[in-house]
């Protein structure tokens, strides 16, 4: 698997589009080996996203280039 240490699990990302959501782990695609980020909504649904579009950039339609997720805080309250 990729470098998992870009990301801190139980964290949270805010979304390009506004979205958050906090990363709870990691796990290798069955056929693939493929790194993917595991994550949950603000509504507990639970996500898998390859780690590569997860790092990943993404392109505005204004053309601004920016960060898919964007991490909102290095640190954790007591009541998340």
């Not at 990729?2 to 390009?16: A, R, T």
């Not at 509504?43 to 920016?66: C, Y």
Request: with cysteine.
């Amino acid at each position: 698997m990729e470098n998992k240490s870009i990301f801190s699990i139980c964290l949270k990302y805010k979304h390009f589009k506004g979205g958050v959501y906090k990363v709870h782990g990691f796990a290798a695609h069955t056929e693939t080996g493929e790194s993917l980020v595991i994550y949950t909504d603000i509504h507990q649904n639970i996500w898998a996203r390859p780690m590569s579009e997860f790092a990943g950039m993404v392109e505005l339609e204004d053309g601004t280039i920016v960060k898919r997720f964007e991490l909102m805080s290095n640190t954790l309250s007591e009541t998340e």
